[in-house]
């Protein structure tokens, strides 16, 4: 146990999610505690799972406890979903609570827990109008958006950032 505020990091089975450690890394730098929730499918192969639950020195949670069991994380102060895909940010903002992913996000908002999203979507599924209609219930909800990330090979911003710093610098003020 830590003093540490607690940061749950929320991953989707986006691509990016590869490189997932560069963010764990960062907001253990920042002095957060982590603890990853993965989706399914993102348990599927798209990110070294043994390797972030080395670095977190946690489980991966993915699926919903056993009712008798004890809540395995803290409850979180802040909550990064970082990557975020397309099918995720439209159940949240539907309130599809089918992944325990989902279902944190929406009770998270409902708590006023402090939510930034990195979204990795294609230019060609963000311009369907769902998604815009979901980005636009989720920032009425307080939730902070970066701008969308591509991954590595797109290098840093003009200020020098990945797109993991720059997902964790809208919870700095926090
Ligand atoms: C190799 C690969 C890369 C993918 N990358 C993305 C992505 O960057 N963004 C996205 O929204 N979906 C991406 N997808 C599709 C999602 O994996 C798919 O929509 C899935 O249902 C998302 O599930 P989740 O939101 O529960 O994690 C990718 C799929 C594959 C196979």
């Known amino acids: 146990m830590t003093d540490k505020p607690f940061l749950y990091v929320v991953v989707c089975a986006a691509g990016v999610a590869a490189d997932v ?5 960062a907001a253990q730098e920042r002095d957060w505690e982590v603890g990853v929730i993965a989706t399914p499918t993102a348990m599927n192969g798209f990110f070294d ?3 972030v639950e ?10 919903w406890r056993r009712p008798e069991d004890p809540r395995p994380f803290p409850a979180p102060d802040a909550v990064v979903v970082a990557p975020a895909t397309f099918n995720t940010v439209n159940k949240w903002a539907a309130g599809i609570a089918d992944t325990l992913a ?3 996000l ?3 908002s409902g708590l006023g827990v402090p939510i930034a999203v990195l979204p990795c ?3 060609a599924l963000a311009a369907h109008p769902a998604y815009q209609d979901s980005v636009s219930r989720l920032r009425g909800m307080g939730v902070r958006f970066a701008d969308p990330y591509a991954g590595e090979a797109e290098r ?3 200020r020098g950032k990945s797109g993991w ?10």
């Open 21 to 25: 450690s560069n963010l764990i890394t």
């Open 49 to 51: 799972a043994a390797a």
């Open 54 to 63: 080395t670095e977190t020195g946690r489980p991966i949670r993915s699926a």
């Open 102 to 104: 989902v279902g944190t």
């Open 106 to 108: 929406c009770e998270a």
């Open 121 to 123: 979507v294609a230019d």
């Open 156 to 158: 840093d911003d003009e």
């Open 165 to 174: 710093e720059r997902v964790l610098d809208l919870l700095r003020h926090d």
